[in-house]
């Protein structure tokens, strides 16, 4: 979802100032595309990516926290951390549950 509003904005010409190239704009689109059908596909490395992903915005979440001037950057911090942190801690299980192995029936031996 991140990727494809991306992109719309990139086509529709919005641009952020002090930002890279529209291609940046796009390898991100991209990068975000192919990590939704890799969770999709439950496939672990998705999944990883997302963690790591999420794992750093709790990080500069807590450290923006210790120096927002206002109101605003608070419950900003607050708010990510809020939504990040158990989306983290699920994902996790998640995780445990894709590398398990099938189970398959035993031969018997003889």
Do not use: D, H, K
């Amino acid at each position: 979802m991140l990727g494809l509003s991306n992109l719309v904005l990139v086509v529709a010409g919005y641009e952020v100032e002090g930002s890279g190239s529209t291609a940046g704009a796009l390898i991100f689109a991209a990068l975000m595309a192919v990590a939704a059908v890799g969770m999709w596909q439950c496939r672990y490395w998705a999944v990883l990516g997302f963690e790591a992903l999420l794992g750093i915005a709790i990080v500069f979440s807590a450290l923006s926290l210790m120096v927002a001037s206002n109101l605003t950057a608070v419950l900003l911090c607050v708010a990510i951390i809020a939504v990040a942190g158990p989306l983290f801690w699920f994902l996790i299980r998640a995780m445990a549950r894709i590398q398990l192995p099938s189970r398959r029936p035993q031969e018997p031996v003889g």
